[in-house]
C-alpha cells in the first residue's frame, strides 16, 4: 500500500474518508519539497461525528475484558515490527528524520505499546473503612470516557501512540488530531496499524485538520472529558484555558529550554559527546534538547574546543543518506525562524564558534557564545541545530543560570561525583534531571513532564492510570442507617 496515498484520509467510524471543507491540507517533504498528498480538511461536522463514534462505543470497550482488550497492543507491536521499513520511509519523507531518529522513534513507539499491555491491567480498586457501622466503602477505577489527543509533528507516530494506546488500554475511546505537517504518520498510520490488529470500529477517530477551520471544536466538544496535547506552550496555554473553562481535564506536555551542567570535575569528552546528540538529535526539533550548555570555567575552554570540533564533523543534508546526522527542518517558516534568531543573537553581543547557513530547509549547526544575559535567546526554546555555550564561576552559578528560564522539563548533570550530581539535580527547576547522560530521555514507566511552562501532568506509567481513568466511590450499607429525621 501506499501510505501517503491509502492513509491521507479522515478515519472516523472505522471508515476510511474525505474530509468535507473547502480546502486542502498539503503534505510535503520538508528536504525534497516534494507533495507527498492532500487532505481535504475535517470540518466542526466531522469532529462532532469522531467524537460521537468514540462515545457510542466506548462503554462496550470498557466492559471488554481487559485481558483482551491487551490483545491489540501486543499484535500492533508486531505489525510495527513487520513494516518496520515502510514506516522508516515514511517518517523519513514526512518530517526529515534521519534513519537514526526514525530507528530511536519506532523502537520507542513499540516500548510504549508494551506497556499500554501491561496498563489494561493496571487499574484496581480499593477498599476503604469507614466510621459508619455495618458500612463497606469501595473506590473503583473507571475509563474518564472519551479522550481527545492532539499530537506534535517531530515524533508524531511515537507521541501519538504514547497517549491512545494507553488511553484504549484503559477502556477509552480517542480522537486524535495530528500535526497538519505530519498527517499520516502521526494520524493515519497510527490509525491503521491498531485497525489491523483488531482494535474495534469507532473506538479510535483521527481528524485531519486545523484550527483555521475548526476554531476550538476539538477541545470545547461536550464529549471528551480529558485533552492530551503535546506542543508548544503558547498553543498549551490557550488550550488550558479551553478546557478550564468546560471542566475538562489537560494533560499539557508543553516546551523546554533544557540545561546541560558540566561540572569543573565532569569527563569533558563525555560530555561533550552527550551535549552534541542532546543538542542536535532530530536537528534540535526535541523539546528536551540541551539549548544551553552550561559549563564551570574551570573546563570551558577544554570542553568548548572540542564541542567545536565535534559539531564540525556532524553530516549535513539529506535524511535518506544513512550517514546523515541534521536533515531538514519541518518547514521552511522553522528554518527560517531559526536563521533569523542566530543574526539577531550574533547582532546583540554572540561570538559565532560555528556559524550554520541554511539551504533551503536544511539549516546546518551553530554554536553561539559570549551571549549578554539579557539575550533573548537564553530564555527561548530554540527548535532547531542552535546551541548555546554559557562559562559559569563555579555551582552555585550554574544552578542559577540553570533555573533563569519559564520553562522546566528536562536537564542533565555531568560530574565526577555521583553524589555531588544528584544535589545539584535536586536544585534544578525541572521535571526530569539526568546525571551523567544526555537531557533528551523517555522511558515507559517513569513519570514524564515538566514544570513551570513545560506544561501540566504526568505521562507513563501509573501516571497514565492518573492521566485517563477517574476514580468512583460506591458505598455499601449492609446494616440499616439511621436518619436524623
Known amino acids: 500500500m501506499s501510505y501517503f496515498t491509502d492513509l491521507a484520509l479522515q478515519y472516523i467510524d472505522g471508515e476510511w474518508r474525505q474530509g468535507s471543507g473547502s480546502w486542502d491540507i498539503i503534505d510535503f517533504n520538508p528536504f525534497s519539497g516534494d507533495k507527498l498528498a492532500s487532505i481535504t480538511v475535517a470540518t466542526t461536522a466531522e469532529v462532532d461525528q469522531a467524537y460521537r463514534a468514540a462515545e457510542r462505543h466506548q462503554r462496550d470497550w470498557a466492559k471488554s475484558n481487559p485481558y483482551t482488550r491487551r490483545l491489540v497492543f501486543e499484535r500492533a507491536i508486531r505489525i510495527i515490527e513487520e513494516h518496520e521499513r515502510e514506516i522508516t520511509e515514511a517518517i523519513i519523507a514526512e518530517l526529515g528524520g534521519t534513519r537514526l531518529k526514525a530507528a530511536f522513534e519506532l523502537h520507542l513507539a513499540k516500548e510504549f505499546l508494551r506497556e499500554a499491555i501491561q496498563l489494561a491491567l493496571r487499574p484496581e480498586g480499593r477498599i476503604v473503612p469507614s466510621p459508619v457501622d455495618g458500612k463497606e466503602n469501595r473506590v473503583y477505577r473507571v475509563p474518564v470516557g472519551v479522550v481527545g489527543v492532539i499530537s506534535p509533528f517531530n515524533f508524531p507516530f511515537l507521541l501519538s501512540l504514547k497517549s491512545v494506546a494507553p488511553a484504549l488500554a484503559l477502556g477509552n475511546a480517542v480522537v486524535l488530531k495530528p500535526h497538519q505537517n ?157 536563521t533569523l534568531m542566530v543574526e539577531q543573537t550574533v547582532a546583540g553581543g554572540a561570538t559565532a564558534l560555528v556559524r550554520g547557513s541554511a539551504d533551503g530547509n536544511v539549516v546546518s549547526p551553530s554554536v553561539l557564545t559570549d551571549l549578554p544575559p539579557e539575550s533573548p535567546a537564553l530564555r527561548e526554546e530554540i527548535f532547531g541545530p542552535v546551541a548555546l555555550i554559557i562559562p559559569v564561576d563555579g555551582e552555585e552559578e550554574a544552578v542559577r543560570v540553570a533555573n533563569d528560564t519559564p520553562y522546566g522539563l528536562s536537564g542533565a548533570v555531568h560530574t565526577g561525583d555521583i553524589d555531588r550530581g544528584i544535589r545539584v539535580a535536586h536544585r534544578i527547576d525541572a521535571g526530569m534531571i539526568h546525571v551523567n547522560d544526555s537531557t533528551v530521555a523517555d522511558e515507559p514507566i517513569v513519570p514524564f513532564g515538566g514544570q513551570k511552562n513545560s506544561g501540566v501532568g504526568r505521562l507513563n506509567g501509573e501516571q497514565m492510570v492518573e492521566a485517563f481513568t477517574s476514580t468512583k466511590w460506591i458505598s455499601v450499607q449492609y446494616e440499616r442507617s439511621g436518619f436524623p429525621f
Open 182 to 338: 505530519t498527517p499520516v504518520c502521526g494520524g493515519g498510520l497510527v490509525a491503521k496499524v491498531l485497525e489491523d490488529a483488531g482494535l474495534p470500529a469507532g473506538l479510535l477517530n483521527v481528524v485531519i485538520t486545523d484550527i483555521a477551520e475548526i476554531g476550538d471544536a476539538l477541545i470545547d466538544h461536550p464529549v471528551p472529558k480529558v485533552i492530551s496535547f503535546t506542543g508548544s506552550d503558547r498553543v498549551g496555554r490557550h488550550v488550558a484555558t479551553v478546557a478550564a473553562s468546560h471542566f475538562k481535564r489537560a494533560v499539557l506536555e508543553l516546551g523546554g529550554n533544557s540545561a546541560l551542567i558540566v561540572l569543573d570535575d565532569a569527563d569533558v569528552d563525555y560530555a561533550v559527546d552527550a551535549a552534541v546528540f542532546s543538542r542536535f538529535v532530530h536537528q534540535g526539533q526535541v523539546c528536551m534538547a540541551a539549548n544551553r550548555i552550561i559549563v564551570d570555567r574551570a573546563v570551558a575552554d577544554a570542553f568548548t574546543e572540542k564541542f567545536v570540533a565535534k559539531v564540525k564533523t556532524l553530516k549535513v543534508g539529506d535524511p535518506e543518506d544513512p550517514g546523515t546526522h541534521i536533515g531538514p527542518l519541518i518547514n521552511s517558516a522553522q528554518a527560517d525562524n531559526v
